[in-house]
């Protein structure tokens, strides 16, 4: 293979050649400007679903904990959904490592959700004075 400057050396050349030819032949210039329009876009059909996905109603996980307690709040996170718990998740950046996007367990995502947050509640509870 040639190497890049003598390439660059020939194309130039050989737009030129194209260039002088245009402009001397009119048919040539006409079937030039035709390969060189460019193509229409194809144009989307209306009935193209959109990729915004519908966020599923995500409970305030702090209220219900404070209300519930810690052993049954886990046992209400068992109860819900796997949507609802993917959402709790995403709303409150619980796994920012993207470990759980692949579990399909209910009680498995509850128990990571209640230690995460009681993680987040005793964070900084060392500094207080009892």
Do not use: C
């Not at 996007?101 to 060392?126: F, H, N, V």
């Amino acid at each position: 293979m040639r190497n890049k400057s003598a390439l660059i050396r020939l194309f130039r050349s050989l737009l030129d050649l194209i260039a002088d030819e245009a402009e001397r032949n009119r048919e040539f210039a006409a079937r030039l400007d035709e390969l060189l329009t460019p193509i229409p876009a194809k144009t989307r059909s209306k009935s193209t679903r959109s990729k915004v996905k519908s966020e599923p109603d995500v409970p305030d996980i702090y209220a219900e904990r404070e209300l519930r307690g810690d052993d049954e709040f886990r046992l209400w996170l068992r109860d819900q959904s796997v949507p609802v718990l993917r959402g709790i998740i995403r709303k409150h950046d619980l796994d920012s490592t993207r470990r759980t996007t692949r579990w399909k367990d209910a009680e498995k995502l509850g128990d990571y959700i209640a230690g995460r947050l009681q993680g987040r509640l005793e964070r900084g509870s060392g500094f207080m004075r009892g």
